[in-house]
């Protein structure tokens, strides 16, 4: 079995953010995106770029306490926030399998969280920031599967 491939992009604005996120999700067909990243990092800016990019001009709000968003673009996009997931027994309670293996994009802030209920072919979208280099600046590694 191979490697994965990893991909970096050091970002250095809010702004820098949202645009990478847009131009992935324009060239996204499908799949599962999962968003880690501390608290206050970036996740949400990018779950907005996503979504426009996805041609969605709904507002984009992050779903913390309804746990999923659902938006129509391109493609349908499901906006999912686990941070509150206490059991993962609740996943299957909104129908998760549903929403992983059906047609359209999901992108799920704090992924680590589930992980075990993740398919292989997930790819895993880390943000880190280094405030030594600036307060703005994000390392954003995506990890795509083989």
């Known amino acids: 079995m191979g490697e994965n491939i990893k991909t970096i992009k050091e970002v250095f604005s809010e702004q820098e ?17 999962c968003l880690c990243g501390d608290l206050g990092v970036g996740k949400t800016v990018f779950a907005k770029g996503f979504a426009k990019g996805l041609g969605i001009d709904e507002h984009i709000t992050s779903p913390t306490f309804t746990i999923v968003n659902e938006y129509k673009g391109k493609l349908p996009f499901y906006h999912f926030d686990v941070y509150r997931i206490s059991d993962i027994e609740e996943m299957y309670e909104i129908g998760f399998d ?49």
């Not at 953010?17 to 995106?33: E, N, R, S, V």
């Not at 880390?126 to 600036?134: A, S, V």
């Open 17 to 33: 953010t949202f645009d990478f996120a847009y131009g992935l999700a324009k060239a996204a067909q499908g799949g599962i995106y």
């Open 98 to 146: 549903e929403y992983i293996f059906g047609d359209g994009i999901c992108l799920i802030e704090w992924a680590d969280i589930i992980k075990e209920l993740l398919p292989e072919n997930a790819i895993w979208i880390t943000i880190e920031k280094d405030m030594e280099k600036t307060s703005d600046y994000r390392k954003i590694e995506i990890v795509y599967p083989k």
